[in-house]
């Protein structure tokens, strides 16, 4: 049985990013995922613009600026062939967001001039998805066309469908939660479809309003621009690939007027979302092992973190929602650092906040 130090389940941008982050210290490291490459889920089917959150001051849009901060030089300091810092413009949906936008120019967490179609953000990219986590992977053993069913603790290792063997284990696989078989973690599914255009306008740089349009690129004698995205509830809905067009495209002319369009690429995938929005990152809690031990808690009785009984050595990284781009190189450094240094990770994207939470709703 092949022996590892860690194995990585999921091969989207949340387990490329923490593959790499691994490889400054093993190379002892298996990425395992069920389809035939990194980003076939979600990660494929993103647009993958990062611009900033704009509002009033709060943790989750200070969670976003960090990241945004640290990914953008990230990406460009060691991926730059696959990163477009060409700025993005944040357009108002209607007068009541133009006067919230009004409202929050003095809490703008990064530079911005305003121009006739809204607010210019020089910060704004878009990434290549694909070739993003193909670099960040090109070092890393791979495992794909492998679905991981089982995952069992002994002996201080973790067993594989019974065929490898690991010291640690890290879940990122999106918004399929069967490995993660605990009350507290309800992920939800929001998917979502982005269209690749070809077109006779030129787009000069990326655009938000109701959907993203992205800055053009020169293909043959037309412009290749990305729409994106839709957002559901139901798989269903993102299945109605028309509607989902039209919808796009509809979206799309509210920003700019892009003549003789073509649809040449359509995805579509799942974002993860947790309940309160906010990342998951850490290490597992063992739900009913620590009722067991303090079953007050359900009634709201505190018990400090420490205390409760983990999954030694399983991590999660998950719940990264519409901005998985944005957060996932930040956290995947704060999920390492805690897994070989012990530095605690931030309270608002712990699993812990979660498990403190839904414990005092069981009966
Ligand atoms: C249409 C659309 C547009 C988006 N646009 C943007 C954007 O502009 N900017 C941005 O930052 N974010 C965007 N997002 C969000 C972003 O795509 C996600 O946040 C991100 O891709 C999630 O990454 P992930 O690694 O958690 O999940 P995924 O990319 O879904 O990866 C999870 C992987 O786990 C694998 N897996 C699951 N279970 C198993 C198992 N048991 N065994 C083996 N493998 C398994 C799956 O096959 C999958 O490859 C968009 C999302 C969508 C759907």
Redesign the pocket.
């Known amino acids: 049985m092949s022996n590892y130090d860690y194995i990585i389940?999921?091969?989207?941008?949340?387990?490329?990013?923490v593959a790499y982050e691994l490889s400054n210290h093993t190379k002892n490291i298996l990425l395992?995922?069920?389809?035939s490459d990194?980003?076939?889920?979600?990660?494929?089917?993103?647009?993958?613009?990062?611009?900033p959150l704009l509002g009033k001051p709060n943790p989750f849009k200070d969670l976003v600026t960090t990241s945004l901060k640290y990914s953008t030089q990230f990406y460009q300091k060691q991926f730059s062939s696959y990163i477009t810092t060409c700025g993005t413009t944040r357009i108002p949906k209607n007068a009541i967001e133009q006067e919230k936008f009004e409202s929050y120019t003095d809490y703008m967490d990064f530079g911005f001039e305003k121009d006739n179609d809204g607010y210019f953000f020089k910060i704004g990219s878009?990434?290549d998805?694909y070739g993003i986590?193909k670099s960040m992977t090109e070092n890393i053993q791979t495992n794909f066309n492998?679905?991981?069913?089982s995952l069992e603790y002994k002996d201080n290792l973790w067993i594989v469908n019974r065929e490898f063997k690991t010291k640690n284990i890290i879940?990122?696989?999106?918004?399929?939660?069967?490995?993660l078989d605990q009350f507290y973690l309800n992920i939800r599914a929001?998917?979502?479809?982005?269209i690749d255009i070809l077109t006779s306008t030129q787009v000069p740089y990326n655009y938000h309003k109701e959907c993203?349009v992205s800055k053009s690129t020169k293909k043959d004698d037309k412009f290749l621009v990305s729409i994106?995205?839709?957002h559901h509830r139901e798989k269903k809905d993102v299945e109605d690939i028309e509607h989902n067009h039209q919808e796009l495209l509809q979206k799309a002319s509210g920003i700019i007027q892009l003549e003789n369009i073509e649809i040449v690429k359509d995805?579509?995938?799942?974002?993860?979302s947790s309940v309160d929005y906010f990342p998951i990152v850490g290490e597992l809690i063992d739900g009913e092992a620590t009722i067991e031990e303090f079953p007050y808690l359900k009634n709201g009785t505190n018990v400090e973190s420490k205390r409760f009984t983990r999954f030694q050595n399983l991590f999660i990284?998950?719940?990264?929602?519409?901005?998985?781009?944005?957060?996932?190189p930040y956290l995947a450094k704060q999920l390492v650092s805690y897994m070989i240094d012990s530095v605690p990770i931030d309270e608002n994207i712990t699993v812990d906040r979660l498990f403190k939470r839904e414990v005092r709703k069981i009966k």
């Not at 395992?32 to 389809?35: F, G, P, V």
């Not at 929001?190 to 982005?194: E, I, L, Q, T, Y």
Request: hydrophobic fraction near 40%; charged fraction near 15%.
């Open positions: 389940v999921g091969a989207g941008i949340c387990g490329c990013s395992i995922d069920k389809n990194v980003a076939l889920g979600a990660s494929g089917a993103a647009g993958a613009f990062l611009s878009v990434v998805s986590c492998y679905e991981v069913k879940l990122t696989t999106g918004y399929e939660t069967k490995l929001v998917w979502g479809r982005r993203s994106g995205a839709t995805y579509y995938g799942a974002r993860a990284l998950n719940g990264v929602g519409g901005r998985g781009f944005v957060l996932s």
